[in-house]
């Protein structure tokens, strides 16, 4: 058995909060007074969704990108999300390539978000895993570093900065919800606040459909599940089968998963719009949402991060018109 990467602690993400402090927007921490009279408790929202990039997977990316070894001839990722538009934009930020992998089924608008920012967009296959043979290709070939969008430590201290700072700007927080997807931000996030106060509660909240690792913690290893199209886009995808990192560390972390259904997700979406005058995505929306639903109750004084903006403007429209568009059938 080969030893696996170690998982980064306070130390790591102290040093990455310095790591990063010229490469981020601060973004602020506001009580919101809707929310904290529906609760009956402070609610505070972290408006990461400000962030550069409209999201906080900058933190990771840029954290992985500062720290590779001199003489690396690029960068990498099939993430077409906001994982790859934060790599594009670490990557310039360190004057390096990036190859953004992307299949011909990536739509236009997420293939010009990457190339805006720097990157190419290499469209590769019709799937996901045909792009994510390529960016293989580039590591094994062409000297590219891979940085994938959770299962790394560098990229878990870089996402950790942000409950680091959801610690100081809510000393008190009793319990903070994390949207959940691989599960690198709330690794980071939980250990960085639960170093600072173990009796926070930390609440996990994906969408009914499709969540990864969820199933994963039900069957006491990383499964697979069906994709399936969520407004809560950026909250799908797998964990991995060869997880090596943030499965455990969600499993040892986490108190407890919350689901939403659409309905819910858009229900989040049009709050912070109409009430919070926010433009927040459906997978930065899930804590507001998972609150509005009644299926998390606080205690105490509770953080949400607010983790990206970038939703089509088309969809939110619609959302904010009362909808709930069923993104899987039409
Ligand atoms: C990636 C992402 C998440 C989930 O992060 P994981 O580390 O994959 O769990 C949450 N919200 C937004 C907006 C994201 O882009």
Redesign the pocket.
Known sequence: MTAGPVAPGLAEFRAAARRLASHLRPTPCTLSSALTKLAGVPVWLKHEHLQTTG?F?LRGATNAVLQLPEGVAGVTTAST???GRALAHAAKARGLNAVICMSRLVPENKRAAVTALGAEARIIGDSQDDALIEAERLVRDEGFALIP??DHPHVIAG?ATLGLEMADAVPDAASVLV????????AGVAAAMKARNPALQVIGISMERGAAMAESLKAGHPVDVHERATLAD??GGGIGLENRLTFSLVRGLLDEVILLNEAEIAAGIRHLYLREAQVV?G??AVGVAALLAGKYRPEGPVVLPL??ANIDPALLDRIIAGQTPDLETE
């Open positions: 999201a997977k999300g906001n994982h969008p959770f996402q949207p959940l997807s691989g599960g690198g931000l709330l950026s909250l995505e997978g930065g983790t990206g």
